[in-house]
């Protein structure tokens, strides 16, 4: 596959994990068509990161339309759900939408169940829950048909499923059921998947970091001190916890640097497995991109 013969007019979708090189080439499709460049990342919205999120740089940002990057406050929810209601009035133009949250191309290329909102209660509940009983403890209080669909392993996901039957009466499988169709079927895009070679992946991740942090991350993670809270969305940022243990004095910055780039590195491996498994129809680059 080439740039050359990719569609000008389809819509464009690039995942990949950290650091394989989409937003280059998303920024050379927006040049190539005049289009719209568009955030499907799911740290990539905050506004309190730019650097630690390898969000595109300001240069980048005026020398062609960007949208959906850190307009989102740090301590505002933001879900699967806010991004398709986003993207969902800029699929009327050219777009290369790039990121590397699966969850945010699954739901625009197969659909997203339109499940409600969970309370703060109920999610609250679910946490307190899970540090006192468990994660077999949820998993029996599932509905049948989600219990029986549902990766028993995956807290999250258990957690998720526990406090949706929860607060609808529903099972989560229900919500799937109803699924709507998709805004933008795979076979309606040039649906591309980046999936480096790991030992290319591997050192161009521990060279990023250093120049993320000769950039001013630390100083970043700095600014972010004030009102630091880990349980927020937006501090998953990769670096930006291991920066802040840093600066509060409990760990030096070697180690904080090293724990950032392994967590970095770990992120890139259930990425490309995620990728791997979701995405067989879309068209793979195996190659390094550069």
Do not use: C
Request: glycine residues 8%; proline residues 7%; without cysteine.
């Amino acid at each position: 596959m080439t740039i050359a013969s990719l569609s000008r007019e389809a819509p464009v979708l690039i995942a990949g994990p950290t650091a394989s090189g989409k937003s280059a080439l998303a920024m050379e499709l927006a040049a190539r068509d005049g289009r719209v460049i568009v955030n499907a990342d799911a740290l990539q919205v905050y506004a309190n990161w730019r650097i630690l999120t390898a969000r595109p740089t300001q240069e980048d940002e005026a020398a062609l339309p960007h949208a959906l990057y850190g307009h989102v406050g740090r301590d505002q929810p933001w879900s699967v759900g806010h991004w398709l209601r986003e993207v969902a009035p800029l699929l009327g133009q050219p777009v290369v939408i790039v990121g590397g949250t699966g969850l945010n191309f699954n739901a625009l290329t197969r659909g997203l169940a339109p499940i409600p909102a969970v309370p703060a209660a109920i999610r609250a509940l679910a946490d307190a829950r899970m540090r006192t009983d468990g994660l077999a403890a949820l998993l029996s209080e599932l509905d049948p048909r989600t219990a029986a669909r549902i990766d028993p392993l995956n807290g999250a996901r258990v957690q998720r499923a526990w406090e949706v039957l929860q607060a609808t009466g529903r099972g989560l499988s229900d919500w799937q059921d109803a699924t709507p169709s998709p805004m933008v079927p795979v076979a309606h895009a040039e649906a591309i998947v980046i999936l480096p070679e790991v030992g290319w992946l591997n050192d161009r991740i521990n060279r990023r970091f250093d120049a993320m942090l000769a950039a001013g991350a630390l100083e970043e993670a700095r600014a972010n001190l004030p009102g630091w809270s880990a349980t927020l969305p937006s501090s998953r940022a990769i670096g930006g916890p291991e920066l802040v243990e840093h600066l509060m004095g409990r760990i030096d910055l070697a180690s904080a640097v090293a724990a950032a780039t392994l967590a970095s590195r770990q992120y890139a491996k259930r990425q490309r497995t995620w990728f791997r498994s979701n995405m067989k129809d879309w068209k793979q680059l195996s190659f390094p991109a550069s």
